[in-house]
């Protein structure tokens, strides 16, 4: 079992930033990738980011250059620094934990097994 608990999320402006937090227990931090998504209100749940063990990350188009994912394993913790914000980013984020061992993208929600209860992200135009 993993629990997974985000935090951060909140009301930001158009061009604002926010850091999201995703903290870990239960399995090992360090045994697997680490997955942010998120879901806007009559929108399926959409890839983010996501980091191997190793630091190789995975970011979706929309996303790269304005989003940077990070994990520390010491501290079994999961970061989403998010820059340049738009209305369109508005949505509940959720951290995710992935299979182990599981070969795929990285980029499919069906990859992750645990998932955080999610944070609000709402960006103000």
Not at 42 to 57: D, H, L
Not at 84 to 108: F, H, I, M, N, Q
């Given at each position: ?13 158009a ?7 995703c ?94 209860q ?8």
């Amino acid at each position: 079992q993993v629990q997974l608990v985000e935090s951060g999320g909140g009301l930001v402006q158009a061009g604002g930033s926010l850091r999201l937090s995703c903290a870990a227990s239960g399995r090992a931090f360090t045994n697997t990738a680490m997955g942010w998504f998120r879901q806007a209100p009559g929108k399926e749940r959409e890839f983010v980011a996501s980091i191997r063990r190793n630091g190789y990350t995975f970011y979706a188009d929309s996303m790269k250059g304005r989003f940077t994912i990070s994990r520390d394993n010491a501290k079994n913790t999961l970061w989403l620094q998010m820059n340049s914000l738009k209305p369109e980013d508005t949505a509940v984020y959720y951290c995710a934990a992935r299979r182990p061992g599981y070969s795929g993208t990285y980029k499919l929600a069906s990859e992750y097994e645990y998932w955080g209860q999610g944070t609000q992200v709402t960006v103000s135009s």
